[in-house]
Structure formats: structure tokens, C-alpha cells
């Protein structure tokens, strides 16, 4: 191509015009492609549960991402009410709300921890030793506290150096048992959420 | 995945392709049954995977403070004394209204920043945000925020991401006392005037319905049981209108300043073409030198020598020459 610097210059300059003015804004508008956030949730798994805070016991279904497959390590992403459950259809208060955070938290206790007397740290326990620890330490305190009669002779089988407080998110069934077994024991301090 | 119709599009006026009928939407918030738990709150941040920062007491109920780019909706909480000296508690769910003549769209200069779907979402798509916060002062009711984070202004979206897929909003889903209700903006009409009658029976001659029409009615309504003042609910505003500068500075300003750069476009292209550029000639240089030097010669140190000497500090190298000088 036959050009002289004159012309060169000429192109050039309507050259950078023309992307100068593009890139200030004065460009074609693009086409009408803008879409709404994608939905988060299309293909994750969903469990169901009970909320864990309070004894009203609200439904929940609960979005974790993957399908379940071997290679896949199952998060929760979301949770929200379940819309099937006859308790809250659907709604959640605050706390279950936010009880994605609860999951998540670096602080939430996931295993029996026990501090011993005379420390101040918390150390990791199994499940075993947590089950057996707390048998033998009530069977101690059980045989060496409890009162089987009053001053005046009357059978009472009280225990009152125990206190004992359960979940809230139990069935009338866990509920009917957890009582049964905490007044065998003679506790009168006991206490639940879900008042059972 | 699913699309919402495009029909208002910020900075555009190429008409967005709308044959498709759809109802709009509305969100229906009843003041006089909101407790004021801030459910909407949590599960607003927990759906739009926004976390505000932890902020701190100030002794009243809300928190945070006022909305934030990270918290899209607010309790807003007043102690109102009735007239027979009663304390009586309005709380009002703040965050964008979703006008139907959104003033954020109308004030946005950048293309496609601010859309406005057929179903009446105003939703705003950060990736065109320039961060310049003229939909703040577009916004009759003060709700859009610019992070500090990627300056790029947020607001409640009304969830069009679940909107799309047929859900309703996260904060609606959660509402423990069924204060917020969603489904087409006639159905929540309808809803509203039960509301009403139930309220009007409860005492409250005034209770109505707020759906301002100085913003071409929302999509985001309340039931107030003080409907003929709105501003006791924490400054929600009586008769909401896009503030004046803005349709001055988009209706007259714009085009009058536009037109005025294109006519200096016009008229400087039109001076080179007729006129051309100014050239300064020797004759004219030689000229001017006489006129401030009278008794000068006519070939003075100010003009060109006639003799054209190769300045020293210039070296010059002649491969043909021995020396090498040229």
C-alpha cells in the first residue's frame, strides 16, 4: 500500500480517535444480555432437619454443593425453612436463619471436650471416654450424695449435687425417656427447652 | 437459566425487546404485624452471601445503624406516643422500594449499571457500576450504597435470582409472623385492603396502604396503620418524588450540553475545512520584526540565517570518507 507520511498521520490520528471515543463510552450499546444472578441452588443436595435452638422445633432443609459423589466433599451452602414442615412452614426466626454461620463456625463444639479440675484448658475426649467418664463420676457422686430418707424417715430418693438440662430439638419420645432416666436417678434439677 | 425481561435499561435508549406480558411482582410489608425480629435481615445477608461488619451498640434496636452496601435491608425502629399517651412501637423494614419510575435508573449515567425487569425489579448489575452514586441522589427514599470494598453501588435485588426460578424473596420466605408477603402486585393489593378493613375494625381509622404514586407506584409495598403519616415511621417519605436535579440535569442539561460540544465539533471542523490551520509565513515573521525593531535591517539576527551552519554540538560520519568525516 502506497502511502505518504502525511496519509500514515491522518490514519493514525483517526485511528485513536475513534478508540479514544470508544472507550469513553461513545461505543454501540452491546446487546441486551444481562441476566440475573444465577440461582445458587439448581443442582445441590437437600437434607432435612430440625433447627437446633428452641423447642418450637422448626424444619429446615438444608443446601450443601455437589451430588454426592465419591470425589465430592459435601459443604452446606445454604439453609433455609422447610416449606413441607407443619411447625414453620417455610419461616425461620433469626437464629435459624442464620444457623449457615452456626455451621460454619470455628467455634462450634463438634466432640465431648472435658476440662479437669484444676485446668483451664478444654481437652478433646472420644465418645467412649466421655460415656464412661460421665457413668463413673454420677455412680460416685450417686452413691456418696444421694438421700433416701428425709429427717423425719420419709422415703424421698433425691439427688440433689447432679443438675441435668437437655436439648431442645428432641421428639415426644426422646423427651418421655430423657425424663424417665434423669428421675430414676432421683435428679430434681432438670431442666430443657423444651420443657419435657 | 432463567431470565427476566429487560424493559428500563440506565443510560440506553435502544428499546429492550418487550413483547412478553408478565405480571409484576410486589412485596407486601405489614408494619402492624412486624415484631421487628430482623429474620429479613439474617436471611437477606445469608442468601446474598453478604456479611456487614459486627458494629456496636449505640442502646436503641437497630443494628446496624442505617443500611449499608452489606446490609440491604434494615429494621427501622420509632417509639411513637399515641394520642391517649400510649407507647405504641412502628418498625418499619427499610430497603429499596422498587419503584415503578425508579429515580436510580433515571439519574445512572452508565449503560446497563440499572435495569428495570418487566416484572418490576429494579436491580442493579455491578459490573457496569462506575461507583459515581448519582442513583443515591436519584433515590427518593436514600437506599442505594457504595462499598469501600470495589466501589460499585448495592441494594436489595427483591432476590430476582430466586424471583427468576419462581421463589419469593428470602426475607419473605422467612417472616415468622407473615408481616412480609409477596406474589403479583394485585394479589398483594388485594391482601392489603383485607389488611386494612381488619386494622380500620382494630381501631386504626387511618390505616391504608403505601404505594406512593410521585414514583409511578413500587413493587414494594407497606400496610401502615398510620397511612396518613408516613414520616412517623422513621422519615419514610409522605410524598416521595425523583429529586428535580435530576430530570434537569438528564431531561435538559444532557442533550443541551451535548448538543453544544457537537456544534463545537461542527464548527471547528468547519474552520479548518473553510479557514484552515494559522501558518505562520516568514514574510509575516519578517514583518512582525520590522514593526518592533523599526530601525533594524531588513535581515536581522531574529530571522533564519541565510546560511545554513551545521550546529557543533551535531557529528556527523561519512563511511566513505577516510577520516570518517563527512
Known amino acids: 500500500m502506497d502511502m505518504n507520511r502525511r496519509q500514515f498521520f491522518k490514519v493514525a490520528g483517526i485511528g485513536l480517535g475513534g478508540s479514544s471515543l470508544a472507550a469513553l463510552g461513545m461505543a454501540p450499546t452491546p446487546a441486551f444480555a444481562e441476566q440475573v444472578r444465577h440461582f445458587k441452588l439448581t443442582h445441590t443436595k437437600e437434607t432435612r432437619n430440625t433447627c437446633p435452638y428452641c423447642s418450637v422445633g422448626c424444619g429446615l432443609i438444608m443446601y450443601s454443593m455437589g451430588d454426592e459423589g465419591k470425589n465430592v466433599a459435601q459443604n452446606i451452602i445454604h439453609i ?95 423427651g418421655y425417656i430423657t425424663h424417665k432416666v434423669v428421675r430414676n436417678l432421683g435428679l430434681l434439677g432438670f431442666d430443657n427447652q423444651a420443657r419435657v | 437459566m432463567a431470565t427476566l425481561d429487560i424493559i428500563a435499561r440506565s443510560a440506553t435508549t435502544t428499546t429492550p425487546p418487550s ?14 404485624k412486624c415484631i421487628g425480629c430482623k429474620a429479613c435481615q439474617v436471611a437477606c445477608s445469608e442468601w446474598n452471601d ?17 443500611l449499608t452496601a452489606d446490609s440491604w435491608t434494615l429494621m427501622r425502629f ?70 469501600q470494598k470495589d466501589h460499585k453501588a448495592y441494594k436489595c435485588t427483591l432476590c430476582s435470582d430466586r424471583v427468576a426460578v419462581g421463589l419469593e424473596p428470602a426475607c419473605v420466605k422467612t417472616c415468622p409472623t407473615g408481616a412480609i408477603v409477596f406474589g403479583t402486585k394485585e394479589e398483594m393489593k388485594v391482601h392489603a385492603d383485607e389488611r386494612i378493613v381488619d386494622l380500620k375494625s382494630r381501631g386504626y381509622e387511618n390505616a391504608g396502604l403505601y404505594d406512593p404514586d410521585g414514583v409511578g407506584g413500587t413493587h414494594v409495598m407497606y400496610v401502615l396503620h398510620h397511612a396518613d403519616k408516613p414520616s412517623l415511621y422513621d422519615g419514610l417519605p409522605d410524598a416521595p418524588v425523583i429529586s428535580p436535579m435530576v430530570s434537569l440535569w438528564k431531561g435538559i442539561t444532557k442533550p443541551l450540553s451535548l448538543l453544544a460540544m457537537g456544534a463545537a465539533v461542527l464548527a471547528g471542523f468547519f474552520h479548518y475545512v473553510r479557514i484552515g490551520p494559522q ?28 546560511v545554513h551552519t551545521v550546529d557543533p554540538s551535531v557529528q556527523t560520519f561519512d563511511p566513505k570518507q577516510p577520516d570518517g568525516r563527512g
Open chain 1, 80 to 174: 433455609e425453612g422447610d416449606a413441607d414442615h407443619p411447625v414453620n412452614r417455610g419461616t425461620l426466626c433469626p437464629k435459624g436463619a442464620g444457623l449457615l454461620d452456626f455451621i460454619h463456625s470455628p467455634n462450634r463444639l463438634k466432640y465431648p471436650e472435658v476440662r479437669k479440675p484444676g485446668s483451664n484448658e478444654w481437652t478433646r475426649i472420644s465418645w467412649d471416654d466421655a460415656m464412661d467418664r460421665i457413668a463413673r463420676l454420677v455412680k460416685d457422686d450417686r452413691d456418696a450424695n444421694f438421700i433416701a430418707e428425709n429427717e423425719k424417715g420419709e422415703t424421698v430418693n433425691r439427688l440433689l449435687t447432679i443438675g441435668f438440662l437437655a436439648a431442645s430439638a428432641s421428639s415426644n419420645e426422646t
Open chain 2, 19 to 32: 413483547i412478553r406480558d408478565m405480571d409484576a411482582v410486589a412485596k407486601l410489608i405489614d408494619v402492624s
Open chain 2, 50 to 66: 453478604i456479611r456487614d461488619e459486627v458494629g456496636h451498640n449505640h442502646g436503641v434496636y437497630e443494628a446496624p445503624m442505617d
Open chain 2, 78 to 147: 420509632t417509639e411513637h406516643e399515641k394520642d391517649d399517651g400510649d407507647l405504641e412501637w412502628l418498625i418499619r423494614k427499610d430497603g429499596c422500594m422498587h419503584c415503578a419510575e425508579p429515580g436510580c435508573l433515571k439519574a445512572c449515567p452508565s449503560p446497563g449499571a440499572i435495569v428495570q425487569h418487566a416484572n418490576g425489579i429494579v436491580d442493579f448489575h455491578q459490573e457496569h457500576c462506575i461507583g459515581c452514586g448519582y442513583c443515591i441522589t436519584g433515590c427518593p427514599f436514600d437506599i442505594p450504597r457504595i462499598s
Open chain 2, 279 to 306: 501558518r505562520v509565513e516568514e514574510e509575516d515573521e519578517r514583518k512582525e520584526a520590522e514593526a518592533h525593531s523599526p530601525g533594524a535591517t531588513s535581515t536581522s539576527a531574529l530571522s533564519e540565517p541565510a
